[in-house]
């Protein structure tokens, strides 16, 4: 239950703030729908191209179903252009959408498969997000338990909060041990791109449901975003 709370937590923020504009769309291989077509292709010589399949596909198979791909697939790009698979791993770190990067990660580092975890770091990172997608989405604590908020800020490299209570549930129970997820973004190689958004932001109304104490949530975030060159004090309402 906890997982699926994850999930729809950060689609329900993610989406709200989505970016304007359609993607490009690429050709979709349809051999990614059989792939046990396409293994028992390549175990008998008989693969004449490479699959490919983008990072949403990818990161979604089970380790055992990549492995028996033996690096005869591509990664396509948000531009079309493909990626190549040596060793494993993609030759260079390929751009998903931060909502799946992280409920995977969660979901490895929860499961204790050290492996996964760092096939995920090795071979992902975090897309570019709009700065007004991630005033709107980003600067709340990461929706995961204190057990995990320890293992992601070790594994991350990233301030653990503490000493600034947050509220947990509906019940008014309170946790003081989280990491912001504008910092687990960060870490996972996301960059924030465009201009703030020009309205005001009611941070006491925005963080009073996280916080017994909104000055110090608006402080911490305000540090966070300053990290990745973005000042957000001008846009914090009084």
């Known amino acids: 239950m906890k997982k699926l709370l994850i999930g729809l937590f950060l689609v329900s923020t993610l989406n709200a703030y989505a970016d304007s504009g359609d993607a490009k769309t690429c050709h979709v291989d349809d051999r990614v729908s059989d792939l046990s077509a396409v293994i028992s292709d390549i175990n008998e010589g008989k693969l004449q191209k490479n699959l490919q399949m983008n990072s949403e596909t990818l990161i979604g198979l089970k380790p055992k179903v990549v492995l028996l791909l033996k690096d005869k697939y591509e990664i396509v790009k948000a531009d079309c252009s493909t990626i190549k698979v040596i060793a494993g791993e993609p030759s260079e770190s390929v751009d998903i959408d931060f909502t799946i990067f992280f409920n ?132 914090i309402a009084n």
Do not use: C
């Open 104 to 235: 995977e990660l969660v979901k490895a580092v929860s499961a204790k498969d050290d492996t996964r975890v760092k096939w995920l770091i090795a071979s992902f990172k975090a897309a570019p997000m709009t700065a007004e997608k991630a005033v709107g989405s980003l600067l709340v604590p990461a929706p995961t338990s204190g057990q995990i908020a320890d293992q992601l800020a070790q594994l991350l490299n990233i301030k653990k909060l503490s000493g600034i209570p947050i509220r947990v549930n509906d019940k008014n129970e309170f946790n003081d041990n989280f990491v912001l997820l504008s910092d687990v973004y960060r870490t996972l190689g996301g960059h924030i791109v465009g201009e703030l958004p020009k309205i005001k932001i009611d941070a006491f109304r925005m963080w009073h449901q996280y916080s017994r104490d909104p000055q110090d949530f608006i402080k911490a975030a305000t540090q966070s975003m300053g990290v990745m060159k973005y000042d957000i004090s001008p846009l």
